[in-house]
């Protein structure tokens, strides 16, 4: 990509060494990467893998209201009156409507916004249930490499099954408060078993007693995940201070418990098993649609939904289908590219490049090494640039999949650089092709407005086509 549109390829090794020096900004930079599962995202974690494996993980949960941030903040500033560092990743939900996120756990955070001992990170769920980002785990480690002596996680306000968290921290604190049905929450399964320690903020409000007192009886009906370990209940004012250093005592001694019997280390293995699992489930999810195809694929869920077929042998079907990339010269045999004119790819070939292109970067460059003309048969295809995979890519963020396809000789495609930010070959084509600019509105802008790739470069080029739009002075 041309110089001056957008942000270009991360250099990996040079972040890694600067985040073990203490930059910030590349610890910002590298969680960038991963949060937004860019190209580098793997490269970066095999990068900073060696560097974990001595941090104190700790997962705050609870349900929307009952003060988890301000609670984080008051353990944060426990654990730096003891000069240790401190890492903290605030989860806030997305809308599922929107898909913003008002990232506003950490403003409750503000008295350590400066401290270079604490490193703030607020992330979106990005529509991922269980009361915590995909993305989690990975930007975990990322501060644990960067050297806090302590990573503590505070999730979205959950239900009674967003338990998540119990699966990526050592100590899982559950917070309740006083009045809100808590107690009756926590009998529920789940809830009662991820506690490791259980909190009960807002310890100056009237029925904090009692919320103890239910939750004590409940903890007698049955042991935890821990039945060697008796979850302490601690009641806190977080906004005063209240039973601070008693709920980090208690998390102190869940620690040495887990050491002793040998349960901190055979949690953290079957928190790496559960990763594999979930990272090789998730790679052969991504291969198989795109293997498959979107048209062949929306063609069982139609026999499906019109009883020809039941879901579960669809699912036989779905993995009985083709592997890999079969080249057209596969595809003559197998005399699919009967009714194909000369010159032309099929359909289903170019649709399945189309949809790779949104979200899968190894199946796009696996396709074009296969078959090369896929390129700019998706373009011919598509009746129109929106079609293409460079728009696909576009559409899903994927600015690594749309540099690739330009660097392969995609034409460019003036919606996928407007949503990518890319001002200056937006202009360019304009200039050349002035008809483009009334292309591109007024569905066009609106479309780029809520653009997720192009940040703030999105931003200059939208100011650029609005611009545009409005008629000559004197007209």
């Known amino acids: 990509m041309p110089a001056g549109r957008g942000r270009g390829p991360a250099d990996v090794p040079a972040l890694v060494e600067r985040l073990r020096s203490g930059d910030r900004r590349a610890v910002a930079r590298l969680i960038s990467l991963v949060e937004d599962g860019a190209r580098e995202a793997s490269e970066v974690l095999r990068a900073v893998y060696p560097l974990t494996g001595h941090a104190v993980t700790i997962g705050a949960t609870g349900s929307p209201g009952v003060g988890k941030s301000t609670l984080v903040d008051a353990l944060v500033g426990r654990v730096r009156a003891e000069g240790r560092t401190v890492g903290v990743v605030a989860v806030d939900p997305t809308s599922p409507f929107s898909g913003g996120a008002l990232l506003g756990d950490r403003v409750r955070m503000q008295e350590h916004a400066l401290d270079p001992g604490v490193f703030i990170r607020s992330m979106a769920t990005r529509g991922h249930l269980g009361g915590l980002s995909l993305a989690v785990p990975e930007v975990m480690r990322v501060l644990e490499a960067a050297g806090f002596d302590l990573v503590l ?14 699966g990526q921290a050592d100590t899982t604190i559950v917070t309740l408060a006083p009045g809100m049905g808590d107690a009756i929450q926590a009998a529920k399964a789940g809830i009662l078993e991820v506690a490791d320690v259980f909190c009960v903020n807002k310890a100056d409000k009237e029925g904090a007693r009692d919320t103890a007192r239910d939750l004590r009886s409940m903890l007698e009906l049955g042991p935890g995940r821990d039945p060697d370990w008796a979850p302490p209940i601690v009641l806190t004012s977080a906004s005063t201070g209240q039973g601070i250093d008693e709920l980090w005592e208690a998390v102190g001694a869940h620690r040495e418990h887990l050491s002793a019997h040998g349960r901190l280390e055979s949690r953290r293995r079957a928190r790496l098993a559960g990763e594999i699992k979930s990272i090789a489930a998730e790679r052969l999810r991504s291969r198989l649609l795109g293997a498959v195809g979107a048209a062949r694929f929306e063609d069982l869920v139609a026999r499906v939904a019109g009883r020809e077929l039941d879901p579960y042998s669809a699912a036989d079907e779905l993995l009985g289908g083709p592997r890999g990339v079969r080249p ?40 074009l090494d296969a078959e090369p003309g896929l390129l700019n048969s998706a373009w011919d295809w598509g009746g129109g640039d929106w079609e293409t995979g460079l728009g696909g890519a576009s559409h899903m963020g994927r600015r690594d999949i749309a540099q690739y396809l330009m660097s392969r000789g995609a034409r460019v495609d003036v919606f996928a650089a407007a949503m990518l930010g890319w001002l200056d070959v937006v202009r360019s084509v304009i200039e050349a092709s002035p008809e483009t600019a009334r292309a591109l509105g007024p569905h066009g802008i609106p479309l780029i407005a809520h653009a997720k790739a192009g940040g703030d470069e999105a931003a200059s080029v939208l100011e650029y086509l609005s611009a545009l739009q409005q008629p000559a002075e004197g007209a």
């Not at 790819?345 to 396709?367: I, S």
């Open 153 to 166: 996680v505070e999730t979205v306000g959950v239900g009674q099954s967003e338990v998540e968290i119990a």
């Open 328 to 367: 057209c010269e596969q595809l003559r045999e197998e005399g699919l590219m009967s009714d194909v004119e000369p010159g032309r790819l099929p359909a289903v070939l170019v649709n399945e490049f189309v949809g790779a292109a949104h979200v899968d970067f190894d199946r796009v460059r696996e396709m």
